[in-house]
């Protein structure tokens, strides 16, 4: 079972990292590259414990459905959300927040399970593997630009005084 593992530190509060990383149009904004939309479940604003959303995204060509469930959250530090039904065998992503100096640290823990036996794991060697980094990176990166552009703009500099 591949298990992906990425820290990234964004210079926005706790808070803030916490909620974007949980709200269903950031969510789409970051994963702009597969087209990825809610079309089932909750479609916009903040996902909750016990909340399912169904993903429509394009991935190697083809448009698949990923219904996935949060299945713990402890605000504003984790939560951990599931694969119900989709194109893996099964996934495990849990999203951890720590406050750190001036910002925060977001780390993501990817675990999954190809299908198809064998051949899954011929395809996590071959390129899966590598794509579901990179697609986990990615979104990271994507969600730091967002957390921090907000944090810029909801506190201009201010004018020294005369």
Request: proline share 4%; aromatic share 10%; charged share 30%.
């Amino acid at each position: 079972m591949p298990i992906i593992k990425y820290e990234i530190f964004i210079e926005a509060p706790i808070h803030v990292c916490f909620d974007l990383a949980r709200n269903v149009e950031v969510h789409t904004e970051t994963t702009g590259k597969t087209k990825e939309r809610a079309i089932d479940g909750v479609i916009s604003g903040l996902m909750e414990n016990g909340d399912t959303v169904t993903w429509e995204a394009i991935h190697f060509g083809v448009k698949q459905k990923i219904n996935a469930k949060i299945i713990e959250m402890k605000k504003p530090y984790r939560f951990t959300d599931v694969m119900v039904k989709g194109a893996f065998h099964s996934f495990t992503h849990t999203h951890e927040f720590i406050e750190s100096g001036s910002g925060t640290i977001m780390k993501d823990t990817f675990s999954y399970i190809s299908p198809f036996g064998i051949l899954g794991k011929i395809a996590d060697k071959l390129f899966l593997e590598k794509y579901m980094r990179n697609f986990i990176v990615n979104r990271a990166k994507e969600l730091k630009r967002i957390a921090e552009k907000n944090i810029v703009e909801a506190d201009p500099p201010r004018k020294p005084k005369a």
